[in-house]
């Protein structure tokens, strides 16, 4: 076999090879002879030298490095992951082509028939794995994107709705979107932003906090921000934005608290024990309640 | 020249005692915004009785530190406000103090004391845990 493969070592293959890659793989950078020169190279030298089995791991580096480069492209650019494997399968049939022609017509027919059967089952295999993989990873971004914006039901009329991460334009429509509904379904009197998961306030964080806050406010909530970084205050105060009429509390807590006073509630201990101490008992109804507050019109602002 | 920035409680108290360089007000702003949050100050009286002229830029920066601090969950009052100092502001058609101004520093400190009364997160003192 030695020699047989001595005599392919010819670049008039690769040219061949090159010619007739399909047109889609030509589009992704495949065909780019810088790359694909190295490959055939290597793949013709590891023909010649390698004593078979052929494991993967103990691939010469020269074969990785040339493969890694030639699929880098497609991969970048967002092509199918079937096309290097298209193209590698059509240089495995110019060679089994040409050994075909060095080897008795039976043998060669049989072969070349048995050969594009395993080809066609392979990427069958591959493309049907990859499919469904996709599919998966879809579904889990798109419950990843509604898990990072939860909107919470802090209490009776209080919503909060906890920023975390980087607040983009895609992201920002879809909490305003959430925000809008579960604030009518709940008919919230209160919102609290908590802005301590957001790692960076700018212009952009900025506009889109503005737009689902007025948005929240003409539906009738009123809006307590809660969790600025003293940069994130500088920034924004230097950026020249301004929230006017909304009320910021340093912290979750401090905005918990100024929430639930505006719903005319108040988090208080049970019974007129010390604070620190647990009652051991059976539960103590609390003796102080809430203090009588007017009711809110709700939609001041 | 470094402000020293009072604290009684969760107020804290800056008096500003002599004009500022440019660089000194920006650090003034960012002492008093990191203090802030560091106390989790409720309120800040900023006392100017002792400046006599006040520059748009000097405005600018009692502005935008009166801002910040509001940012930050903390209620603002700028005390003592001299006569000159009012006139050429107003001449000057900035709306200076966007905060609330009082005559001098005990009232600016009854003011906040009101204001902080008023809000949730003191009147639920009973399980204060700071």
Redesign the interface.
């Known amino acids: 076999m030695t020699s047989l493969f001595d005599q392919l070592q010819d670049t008039a293959l690769l040219d061949e090879w090159r010619q007739g890659l399909p047109a889609t793989t030509r589009s992704t950078g495949l065909d780019t002879r810088e790359l694909l020169a190295p490959l055939y190279l290597a793949i013709m030298k590891e023909l010649k030298d390698h004593e078979p089995p052929f494991a993967l791991a103990e691939a010469p580096a020269a074969l990785t490095e040339a493969l890694r480069a030639w699929v880098a492209a497609p991969a970048r650019t967002g092509g199918s992951p079937t096309e290097p494997i298209v193209a590698l399968l059509g240089l495995k049939q110019l060679l089994l082509r040409e050994i075909g022609a060095r080897a008795p017509a039976e043998l060669s027919t049989a072969l070349a028939r048995f050969e594009r059967v395993f080809d066609a089952l392979t990427l069958l295999t591959f493309e049907t794995f990859a499919a469904v993989r996709e599919r998966l990873i879809n579904a889990q971004s798109a419950s990843l994107m509604e898990l990072s914006t939860p909107v919470l039901r802090l209490w009776h009329q209080v919503l909060l709705l906890p920023l975390i991460g980087v607040v983009d334009t895609q992201r920002a429509s879809q909490i305003t979107e959430s925000l809008l509904e579960a604030i009518v379904q709940y008919e919230a009197r209160v919102t609290i932003l908590d802005l301590s998961g957001v790692p960076v306030l700018d212009t952009s964080v900025a506009q889109h906090l503005m737009k689902t806050i007025d948005a929240a406010r003409l539906l009738g909530t009123r809006i307590v921000?809660?969790g600025?970084?003293?940069e994130?205050?500088?920034t924004?105060?230097?950026l020249g934005i301004?929230?006017n009429d909304v009320i910021?509390?340093?912290?979750l807590?401090?905005?918990?608290?100024?929430?639930?006073?505006?719903v005319g509630r108040?988090?208080?201990?049970l019974s007129g024990a010390g604070?620190t101490a647990v009652p051991m008992g059976p539960p103590v109804l609390p003796t102080t309640l809430p203090p009588a507050m007017p009711p809110r019109g709700g939609q001041a602002s | 020249m470094k402000i020293p920035i009072l604290r009684l409680d969760r107020v804290l108290l800056v008096s500003i005692q002599a004009d500022l360089s440019d660089n000194d007000a920006m650090e003034f702003q960012s002492d008093l915004v990191t203090r802030v949050a560091e106390v989790e100050a409720l309120g800040v009286a900023i006392d100017i009785t002792a400046l006599d002229v006040v520059d748009s830029y000097m405005a600018r920066v009692i502005n935008d530190t009166a801002s910040m601090v509001r940012l930050l969950g903390a209620e603002v009052v700028i005390c003592g406000v001299q006569p000159f100092v009012a006139l050429t502001l107003v001449e000057m058609g900035r709306d200076l103090l966007g905060a609330d101004c009082t005559f001098n520093l005990g009232e600016g400190l009854a003011l906040l004391r009101q204001r902080i009364a008023k809000r949730g997160d003191v009147r639920f003192t009973e399980d204060e845990d700071v």
Do not use: N, V, W, Y
């Open positions: 921000m809660t600025i970084s003293p994130g205050a500088q924004l105060t230097k301004r929230f910021s509390r340093a912290t807590r401090a905005g918990i608290a100024e929430a639930l006073l505006m108040r988090i208080a201990p604070t």
